[in-house]
């Protein structure tokens, strides 16, 4: 078998800092030292910008964290970091939720629209298709869905691109945090196809 298209190795780093208790992955093989170095620099960034989020610093605060591998095949690792912050006396703790998602044969990690082709009308298609779902699954929403940004949220799942929103931000606490997985294949004519997405495909 080709070595080049096996998954990466992962490896779990355990973070103890301050009132935090935090698993972070980490890439320890597979493809070469420099992609594994800048992957592994751009997981640490962001747990360390959640944790800032999470209220490290803040007195009487405990936060516990994890991670999980989402794709990690055909050249490509989506993953994602999650951490959950509880302040003493408050009605209830806080998770917050972030990803990635890697070439990793080079490392870069990938904003939503570099996924798409240039000029195509990627935020419309997402846009309906997550309006059918909130419709379908008749979702409470705290507000009218107004579409998603530029720098949405999002991983890849197998053959789909998962949308997903922050708690608080479409419906009430309760609910969770808002996931809508959208195929690969209804996506196709937009998608580049030499991308992360792309390499779903086939």
Do not use: C, W
């Amino acid at each position: 078998m080709n070595e080049s298209i096996l998954p990466v190795q992962i490896g779990t780093k355990h973070l103890i800092e301050k009132q935090a208790d935090v698993y972070v992955p980490l890439v320890t093989g597979g493809t070469n030292a420099q992609a594994r170095k800048r992957m592994n620099e751009r997981i640490e960034q962001q747990v360390k910008t959640l944790l800032q989020k999470a209220g490290v610093s803040e007195p009487n605060t405990e936060i516990t964290g994890m991670y999980e591998i989402k794709t990690n095949q055909r050249h490509v690792l989506s993953l994602t970091n999650s951490q959950y912050s509880y302040t003493q006396s408050a009605a209830h703790g806080m998770t917050y939720l972030r990803s990635l998602t890697f070439d990793t044969t080079t490392g870069k990690a990938y904003r939503l629209n570099e996924l798409f082709k240039p000029g195509s009308p990627y935020q419309q298609v997402i846009n309906e298709q997550i309006k059918q779902q909130i419709a379908e699954r008749d979702l409470p929403l705290l507000a009218p869905f107004e579409g998603i940004a530029p720098n949405q949220f999002f991983y890849i799942a197998d053959k789909a691109l998962v949308i997903y929103f922050q708690l608080y931000d479409l419906m009430p606490y309760a609910y969770g945090f808002p996931y809508f997985p959208i195929s690969v294949y209804s996506l196709a004519s937009i998608v580049k196809e030499d991308g992360p997405l792309g390499r779903m495909m086939y």
